[in-house]
């Protein structure tokens, strides 16, 4: 059972640059990503927990796709041609999957799907 589908995501929190391709590609880790946060009680969440849901999904597609796009892993962080300046940062793999779980728990705080019941 899929939280979202590419209607949901594209009448609700879509990025310009999304393809519904890439959207199909990102959605399997993003719902995956929530089942592990969530020891999968998000799979059973109804009501305003439901819907909290499919914004935390629909928002790890986004917020991943941000990450790779900003070059998560390399170490250019900005570069400008009018001066030439590069900034770098390396954003470790530890540090990507803590903005992903920042994200999650961002959406999903007030439920109870990601902490003590």
Not at 10 to 36: C, G, Q, W, Y
């Amino acid at each position: 059972m899929a939280y979202i589908d590419w209607e949901w995501y594209s009448n609700h929190f879509p990025l310009e640059e999304m393809t519904e391709d890439e959207f199909m590609h990102r959605l399997p880790a993003a719902e995956m990503k929530v089942d592990i946060l969530t020891h999968y009680r998000a799979r059973d969440a109804t009501g305003y927990k439901g819907e909290q849901v499919k914004a935390c999904v629909a928002n790890l597609i986004n917020r991943s796709a941000k990450l790779e796009q900003d070059g998560a892993g390399d170490n250019v962080k900005s570069a400008s041609n009018d001066g030439y300046s590069e900034t770098y940062e390396l954003v470790t793999p530890e540090q990507a999957e803590e903005a992903l779980r920042k994200e999650c728990f961002r959406w999903l705080s007030g439920t109870g799907l990601m902490g003590a019941m």
